[in-house]
């Protein structure tokens, strides 16, 4: 199977331009044969990199790109997953999107950093809500629940998600590893070397595909309404240049690291893998020792 990793840019702040940078590379992804398509975190509709430039003083400015990125959020379901169940129906592929989720179940005034999982029949079949949130993205999204912490039956496999850094967590891996998942999509900012090693060595550890996808957003992708854009060096022309990779479950790099380019990256893979990987070590299997440690996750 072909599998993808969109490192793209979105039209920030703006929902409407971002869901159709989206369809498109979902349509290319599909007529090129790909079967899954994962993009970066927060893709609708942008990362909120402000959180590490402007300090928690600076009420006025915050309340102000605060309530853009509400306006500019997505409820599960509404107008945009509807745009995008078309778009994977009709590319005949299955989608991971990272976005900013509004708590539509009570207050629609508070976010999550949530991914969602679209079959390629045009279902939602699920979505993780990120369970916490790194450093200064504390001050934009709230923390998830376990109830999330799953994976999905898809025509590639079992899919599940984590996002950037809960990746760190040690039980979260956990919980995805006994849910039996063969392909793990992680939408991230982070584009690190160290970030990369720590992919190849968690699809090692569970014996999985992983996707790290990551946004690749220069400093002319920010419209210069935004002030915090001035904050950056001058001369710096990449807030972020992705990185992206599509790593196998003997830990090797199947496709990438994309750097400073705009582009889907494209990997073959073959679910047999997995099981040849694991013949060794099974970290949710013959090496789970579930006689010594027990393990669980608070689904409610």
């Not at 995805?176 to 090693?197: C, F, H, M, R």
Request: overall charge positive; charged content about 20%; glycine content about 8%.
């Amino acid at each position: 199977m072909k599998v993808a990793a969109a490192q793209l840019a979105p039209k920030f702040l703006d929902k409407e331009q971002t869901v159709k940078i989206a369809c498109k590379a979902i349509a290319e992804a599909g007529k090129n044969g790909c079967k899954l398509i994962v993009f970066p975190e927060a893709f609708i509709s942008g990362y909120p990199d402000w959180v590490w430039l402007i300090p928690n003083s600076k009420g006025v400015e915050l309340n102000e790109l605060y309530i853009k990125l509400v306006e500019n959020a997505v409820s599960v379901p509404d107008e945009t997953t509807a745009v995008l169940c078309k778009a994977a129906k009709s590319a005949n592929i299955n989608i991971v999107m990272g976005m900013h989720e509004k708590n539509s179940e009570s207050s629609s005034a508070s976010l999550y950093n949530s991914i969602l999982f679209i079959n390629d029949t045009g279902k939602i079949i699920g979505k993780h809500r990120k369970l916490i949130p790194t450093g200064g993205e504390r001050l934009v999204w709230a923390q998830g629940k376990g109830d999330t912490l799953k994976s999905y039956k898809t025509t590639v496999g079992k899919l599940g998600g984590l996002i950037c850094w809960e990746s760190f967590m040690p039980l979260a891996r956990t919980a995805i590893y006994e849910s039996g998942v063969q392909i793990l999509a992680v939408p991230t900012w982070d584009k690190s070397p160290a970030w990369l090693n720590s992919m190849q060595a968690y699809a090692r550890e569970g014996g999985v595909f992983i996707i790290s996808c990551c946004m690749a957003l220069k400093i002319e992708d920010i419209p210069d309404e935004y002030q915090f854009k001035k904050l950056y060096p001058e001369g710096r022309e990449w807030i972020n240049t992705g990185n992206s990779c599509i790593i196998g479950p003997n830990g090797k790099i199947l496709a990438g690291p994309l750097e400073a380019e705009k582009g889907i990256l494209y990997a073959d893979i073959n679910l047999k893998d997995i099981i040849a990987s694991k013949r060794m070590f099974d970290v949710a299997g013959h090496y789970a020792r579930h006689d010594v440690f027990n393990f669980c996750v608070n689904s409610r």
